[in-house]
T-cell receptor, first 112, second 110 residues
Framework: DSGVTQTPKHLITATGQRVTLRCSPR?????VYWYQQSLDQGLQFLIQ???????AKGNILERFSAQQFPDLHSELNLSSLELGDSALYFC???????????FGQGTRLTVV | DAKTTQPTSMDCAEGRAANLPCNHS???????VYWYRQIHSQGPQYIIH???NNETNEMASLIITEDRKSSTLILPHATLRDTAVYYC???????????FGTGTRLTIIP
């Protein structure tokens, strides 16, 4: 158990819908990262937040957004969902903004 | 980030040492070697990292060549639970944009 908690574990939704994925980092970790893993793309870095502020951005679509709240939990919002958004979404956390990252167990999103 | 090359797959007998190689010939002086593994769609698990000295922890040992162009992850006594995809990543320390390649699929055989 890495100490990073992601909810829900599974999510099935229809195209065009919007969903919110939640991540609670390890106790004391200030930095949260989001990754997407689809079958044909491998693990892709999406975005990082550090202590409430956006720190780095990767291959995140404009339809996706994220935020980190004062209690340090983070949410990833995915809107106008397409079939191709079906993937595993992982959250990771680290103590500072440049530490070794520990990953949660992921949310499996299926868009039908 | 420097690119890494790993074998696509490897087998290892249970109880034996598993030696996973990684080539990173274009590594820069400030880049570390990280190893993560992913067990069947679970979240990636951090294993170990190092700069130029060999490192050991409770999970594994990391051997980095003197020229730092390659490294080997050693699982000293492999068990069936070590069956996973192992990723070798080269990046500046704590680089948030960890670039996961395709990794090595390690299968531990009973």
């Amino acid at each position: 158990d890495s100490g990073v908690t992601q909810t829900p574990k599974h999510l099935i939704t229809a195209t065009g819908q919007r969903v919110t994925l939640r991540c609670s980092p390890r106790s004391g970790d200030l930095s949260v990262y989001w990754y997407q893993q689809s079958l044909d793309q491998g693990l892709q870095f999406l975005i990082q937040y550090y202590n409430g502020e956006e720190r780095a951005k990767g291959n995140i679509l404009e339809r996706f957004s994220a935020q980190q709240f004062p209690d340090l939990h983070s949410e990833l919002n995915l809107s106008s969902l397409e079939l191709g958004d079906s993937a595993l979404y992982f959250c990771a956390s680290s103590v500072e903004d440049r530490g070794v990252a520990f990953f949660g167990q992921g949310t499996r999103l299926t868009v039908v | 980030d420097a690119k890494t090359t790993q074998p696509t797959s490897m087998d290892c007998a249970e109880g034996r040492a598993a030696n996973l190689p990684c080539n990173h010939s274009t590594i820069s002086g400030n880049e570390y070697v990280y190893w993560y593994r992913q067990i069947h769609s679970q979240g990636p698990q951090y294993i170990i990292h190092g700069l130029k000295n060999n490192e050991t922890n409770e999970m594994a040992s990391l051997i980095i060549t003197e020229d730092r162009k390659s490294s080997t992850l050693i699982l000293p006594h492999a068990t069936l639970r070590d069956t996973a995809v192992y990723y070798c990543i080269v990046a500046p320390f704590g680089n948030e944009k960890l670039t996961f390649g395709t990794g090595t699929r390690l299968t531990i055989i009973p």
